[in-house]
Nanobody, 115 residues
Framework: QVQLVESGGGLVQAGGSLRLSCAASGTIFSIPAMGWYRQAPGKQRELVASITSGGSTVYADSVEGRFTISKTNAKNTVVLQMNSLKREDTAVYYC?????????WGQGTQVTVSS
């Protein structure tokens, strides 16, 4: 059973930076695709960024140029570097791993951006 554990959320002022990390356990194989989603109060969960084992990335338009996703295949870890944070980035951020035709989710980590 794959488990994802996130770390790195917190409170930051607008314009600041945060780094989210996610480590997967429960498999010795590289997870083909990992990413980050977020859910703000009253809104649907949305894709923030994703990355494949080959290094292909996808970003939401709202974070393009400010966020960077990276993955370490050997350790099945994924990192989201968030710069120039805005109040609208406030949400619970969830790590996602797509493996053997299933989606796995972390427990979520809160990111709060104050003005």
């Amino acid at each position: 059973q794959v488990q994802l554990v996130e770390s790195g959320g917190g409170l930051v002022q607008a314009g600041g930076s945060l780094r989210l990390s996610c480590a997967a356990s429960g498999t010795i194989f590289s997870i083909p695709a990992m990413g980050w989603y977020r859910q703000a109060p009253g809104k649907q969960r949305e894709l923030v960024a994703s990355i494949t084992s080959g290094g292909s990335t996808v970003y939401a338009d709202s974070v393009e140029g400010r966020f960077t996703i990276s993955k370490t295949n050997a350790k099945n870890t994924v990192v989201l570097q968030m710069n120039s944070l805005k109040r609208e980035d406030t949400a619970v951020y969830y790590c996602n791993g797509h493996y053997t035709n299933r989606d796995y989710w972390g427990q979520g980590t809160q990111v709060t951006v104050s003005s």
